[in-house]
């Protein structure tokens, strides 16, 4: 999701409204869910007037009671009263139970929203983004918590309609009482809802503190790093980082506590002395044959009940606040991402790329990946031609995977153009734009799925389609590797998932995942990009990135073959591999410094002759340095 500049923090509760917040979530759960609702709130209201009924009730029959009348004239009652205790205990397990319903089926809307939102953003600089990884937290919580705000707006429902009897009832016997216990909710709900604002304002504050803390308890369950922190002796180092965090939130929400404690305690007490006056008046008054007991009996219970009431009615709107906090995060997230959709649908005039043609052409790119940061990329104007491969060599921060991302468009120009057959990038669906290019990154990723399934997704119309990715295997040298495997392609790459007969494709037996080595890891994402065999555009990013001298050799003829047939863009720091590229262009701090042949750039004896000098000194004396960095 892209941030705009200007956009506000998040605890500005960005998105629509509260009341409109409120609307959309209603309109979500009954489209979701359009029988339950309602049943749910017919029994939830109802839940609200058995109290009432109750103590009235109980006034009629302690009267009766009193006075000494027969069981014949208490029997209605008495019957009465125990059918509305009966209703009373099961209205809360039934709510709870279509609550639940509710909560699963929105859950899976909510995600599914949530999870498209985000994807729908063209480029990446969202995930980088410090205020966008906040609200995606925030917004995370309304899938957890998908049901929280129906449920406040329900139980506040009830607590009205509930405070709405009692108070009728306590005003009979003392309106002014009645007034006043009123009136001691106005001051709660307000301070409620302004802790709640401080709340939301501490929890952004308190970001940057819990997504450190989450990183760090990924990082140490992560067996890679696991190595690195056992051999260095990092755990103390990560354990004082983890505390310093917990502590500053931790004293963040003290803070906020200790403000909620100082305005709720005097208003608690303003209640209590509220009741203990009634009480006193309600005994004074039946000691003068004013009251009744049963009056006495229906008026402690109204007043507790109004209070208590009051109470649950604060509460259920401070927990509707703070529910649509997170959903308004969420429907900012959402509509953001439709807006994305939306521009990128509008900016794209062209159906989607055809073969390539003409060529793929940079003109004066500058870009940089925040306004105030360095230029990375400063006035890049480069063509690479159909069925050319082209290298790009060059120091660690020149500007080359940002080439890459340029064209991939995970981000966009701050000035020139990238031309695809002559028409800007930015004419073109993305998805069909990037349906032309294959690529491999310097680190493919590592996903939580079987064998198959991490060469498959390189084309994911074809991830159940086993001879094609048996073919890719095969040509990226990785198919002896997963066929050795326990359960072959239907191995699940993790070794935090043990994978049943649901999960291992065409009913394989149940087996322990594993885990493959750096240079395996490598030549599967090799196989991903082999997966697309119409690609026009083919992307390596240090593709012989962790493979042995073997596999490098074998990985290097089957690219040199590969490239023949396609346009190629080729990065690499080991110079062995780009020699043979059709031009070699080098870039230094963001600028095109020289281009040419393999031949060409050692005759002109500038940074590329010099580069390749040094690694050629590496293999030849056993006392220099190794490659370069």
């Known amino acids: 999701m892209t941030v705009p500049t200007g956009s506000p923090p998040a605890a500005e509760h960005p998105g629509p409204g509260f009341l409109r917040t409120v609307a959309r979530v209603l309109v979500l759960t009954v489209r979701v869910k359009p029988l339950t609702v309602p049943v749910l709130a017919v029994l939830t209201l109802a839940s609200g007037t058995l109290g009432t009924i109750a103590a009235l009730l109980m006034r009629t029959v302690v009267d009766r009671v009193q006075g000494h009348e027969p069981w014949s004239r208490l029997e209605p009652e008495v019957a009465l009263l125990a059918a509305v205790g009966v209703v009373t205990a099961l209205v809360p397990p039934c709510a709870q139970y279509l609550q639940s319903q509710i909560r699963r089926a929105t859950a899976v809307v909510v995600q599914d929203r949530l999870v498209d939102a985000v994807t729908a953003a063209v480029g990446i600089a969202g995930l980088e983004d410090p205020a966008a990884q906040d609200r995606l937290r925030l917004a995370g919580q309304a899938v957890s918590g998908s049901d929280q705000m129906l449920g406040a707006l329900l139980n506040t429902a009830q607590a009205v309609v509930s405070v709405a009897g009692f108070t009728a009832a306590l005003a009979a016997v003392n309106p002014w009482l009645a007034a006043l216990a009123l009136l001691a909710a106005v001051p709660r709900l307000i301070t409620q809802l302004r802790l709640n604002r401080r709340r939301a304002a501490m929890q952004l504050g308190t970001g940057g503190a819990v997504r450190r803390q989450m990183a760090v308890r990924m990082l140490l369950l992560d067996a890679n790093a696991g190595m690195e922190i056992r051999l260095f002796g990092l755990g103390g180092l990560f354990r004082e980082r983890l505390a310093a965090d917990l502590r500053a939130v931790n004293d963040a929400e003290r803070g906020v506590d200790r403000r909620a404690l100082s305005a709720q305690a005097p208003l608690a007490l303003l209640g209590a002395a509220l009741g203990a006056g009634g009480l006193v008046w309600a005994v004074a008054m039946a000691g003068r044959g004013r009251l009744t007991i049963g009056d006495v009996t229906v008026f402690v219970a109204a007043l507790a009940a109004v209070q208590g009431g009051v ?62 940061a360095p230029w990375i990329l400063r006035g890049v104007t480069l063509r690479i031609a159909p069925g050319e491969t082209v290298a790009l ?47 491999v990154f310097q680190t493919p990723t590592r996903y939580d799925l079987t064998a198959g399934e991490n060469i498959g997704v390189g084309d994911v119309a074809a991830i159940d389609d086993g001879e094609r990715v048996r073919a890719a295997a095969e040509r990226a040298d990785v198919a002896r590797v997963v066929e050795g495997l326990a359960a072959g392609y239907a191995t699940m790459l993790s070794r935090v998932h043990v994978v049943g007969a649901a999960g291992a494709r065409g009913g394989a037996a149940p087996c322990q995942g594993t885990q493959l080595s750096g240079g395996q890891w490598q030549r599967v994402g090799l196989a991903r990009a082999f997966m697309r065999d119409g690609a026009d555009l083919l992307i390596l990013d240090e593709p ?80 220099a340095p190794i490659g370069i960095h």
């Open 311 to 372: 109470a649950s009615a604060v509460a259920s709107v401070a927990s509707l606040d703070q529910s649509a906090i997170s959903f308004r995060h969420l429907f900012a997230v959402q509509d953001e991402g439709r807006r994305s959709r939306h521009h990128a649908t509008a900016a794209s005039v062209l159906p989607g790329p055809d073969r390539l043609r003409e060529g793929v052409e940079f003109r004066d790119v500058w870009f940089r990946y925040h306004p105030g």
């Open 544 to 623: 012989s990135a962790g493979l042995d001298p073997e596999a490098e050799h074998r990985i290097r003829d089957g690219l040199r073959a590969l490239r023949t047939t396609r346009t190629a863009l080729l990065i690499s720091h080991r110079l062995a591999d780009v020699r043979f590229a059709d031009r070699i262009v080098v870039l230094a701090d963001g600028q095109v410094a020289e281009q040419g042949t393999h031949t060409e750039l050692l005759a002109a004896d500038g940074d590329y002759a010099r580069l390749f000098a040094l690694q050629a000194d590496g293999y030849q004396d056993s006392t």
């Open 393 to 439: 060599v060059g120091l660690n921060g020149a500007g080359k995977s940002t080439l890459v991302k340029l064209l991939c468009r995970f981000y966009e120009p701050d000035r020139g153009r990238i031309l695809w057959d002559g028409a800007d990038l930015a004419a073109y669906d993305p998805a069909r734009l990037r349906a032309r290019i294959g690529a």
